[in-house]
């Protein structure tokens, strides 16, 4: 299965050494390897300080598997896999709705498994995966069981590995929506045409959280298929779930009207423009639920995205009342906790009120997080109290 070998400067090394998984082109010295093959990472005396994944296409060339000089075989990958399910077994997560492997999160690099009940949706981000697709398909079979297995190989970061964007089903036809159970509320998604795999499963333990402080008149902006609002409809006076996208304001109607919540109200609009209608109209709310879209797609993109955070966050906490609750996240990668509280503190003092920091959150557990490698923490949630 191994059948190359890269050789790292100083600069790769030390970034091993320091728990990242990652090597740039620029830190690589010489290469013998394939696209998308499994290498041995040497440093310049020839020590082999592990095992890799190496694409020929994206500024990432490794990304490391192993350390030190195990061989890498079928067993390894099964080994892998198993431990990611003991992970999420110790963790009490849901074995059927669940993000199985969260790439370098589950030291898999660039492989993602969602597991909706008895359907599996795969992405491949990698050269590397894609290779490895048939032992994955098998792996999974074993492990699973499933009908179908969908890989959703269409997201656009294949692009950068030079891969082609496509989507192939193993198994039975992928029906649309597919039903799935969270946390005893029936959801309907789209395995084949929804965001992401299907769903955002990084928010599910925000949506339980945000359980806690369901009352009154709520606002769910950047709602998708209504996650939060289908979750907290009954212990709330009212919910408007707003999104732009008119499939996603379909897909929340059913979802609310599935579970016969009748106060849940779908509204198709941009939430930049709503929450500053609702500021003029006099409306006022006792949970404001922000979860938008990645606005720092990359480093560039930092300046303006933090605009666009501080203005939603600064006009929900004027539509707020006092003793009012902010749930307010970030999955830009980009955006780090100590940014976004920076930007949340300067949204405060221009709407005039104290926060109080009730819970720092982040993504839910089957998204495991590297702490010496930041990129797998992308998710960032602060539910503050709005005090004026
Ligand atoms: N809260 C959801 C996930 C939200 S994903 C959950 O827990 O399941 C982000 C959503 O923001 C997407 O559905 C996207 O359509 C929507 N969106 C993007 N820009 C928007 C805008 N300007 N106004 C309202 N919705 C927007």
């Excluded at 696209?35 to 020839?46: F, H, I, M």
């Excluded at 098998?138 to 069981?145: A, E, F, G, V």
């Excluded at 649309?176 to 599910?204: F, W």
Aim: hydrophobic share 40%; charged share 30%; aromatic share 6%.
């Amino acid at each position: 299965m191994e059948t190359g070998q890269v050789v790292i400067r100083k600069r790769g090394t030390d970034r091993i050494r320091r728990g990242h998984l990652w090597i740039y082109r620029s830190d690589i010295v010489k290469q013998d390897a394939e696209p998308g093959s499994v290498v041995a990472v040497r440093d310049e005396r020839g020590t082999v300080l592990g095992k890799a994944f190496y694409s020929s296409k994206s500024q990432i060339s490794l990304r490391l598997l192993s350390r030190g000089d195990i061989p890498i075989h079928e067993q390894f990958f099964h080994e892998r896999f198993a431990a990611a399910d003991r992970l999420r077994e110790r963790l009490n997560i849901d074995p059927l709705l669940s993000r199985r492997i969260y790439a370098e999160g589950d030291l898999l690099p660039g492989l993602i498994v969602d597991r909706y009940g008895d359907r599996l949706v795969v992405q491949n981000l990698v050269q590397a995966a894609d290779r490895l697709q048939p032992l994955t398909t098998s792996i999974l079979t074993k492990r699973y069981d499933p009908c179908s297995i969908l890989f959703r190989n269409d997201s656009k970061v294949r692009e950068l590995e030079g891969l082609e964007l496509k989507q192939e089903v193993i198994g039975d036809a992928i029906p649309d929506p597919v039903v799935v159970q969270e946390d005893g509320r029936e959801i309907a998604i789209s395995l084949t045409a929804g965001q992401k795999t299907g769903s955002y499963l990084d928010q599910r333990e925000n949506h339980r959280a945000a359980q806690r402080y369901a009352h009154g008149d709520v606002l769910d902006a950047f709602s998708y298929a209504g996650g939060f609002a289908v979750q907290i409809a009954d212990k709330c006076e009212r919910v408007e779930a707003v999104d732009i996208s008119a499939y996603a304001v379909e897909l929340a109607k059913s979802n609310a009207a599935r579970n016969g919540l009748r106060n849940v109200q779908c509204i198709e609009a941009n939430a930049f423009d709503l929450l500053r209608e609702r500021y003029t109209e006099g409306r006022r709310y006792d949970l404001i639920i922000l979860d938008p879209p990645a606005f720092a797609k990359n480093k560039e993109s930092l300046e303006p995205a933090l605009r666009g955070y501080k203005e939603i966050n600064h006009r929900a906490m004027r539509l707020l009342r006092s003793g009012g609750i902010l749930m307010t996240c970030s999955c830009s990668h980009h955006v780090s906790e100590g940014i976004f509280a920076e930007m949340l503190a300067d949204a405060a003092k221009d709407a005039g009120c104290w926060a109080r920091v009730l819970e720092r959150r982040t993504q839910a557990a089957d998204h495991p997080i590297l702490l010496t490698m930041p990129e797998t923490l992308y998710l960032k949630c602060f539910i503050l109290e709005i005090i004026y």
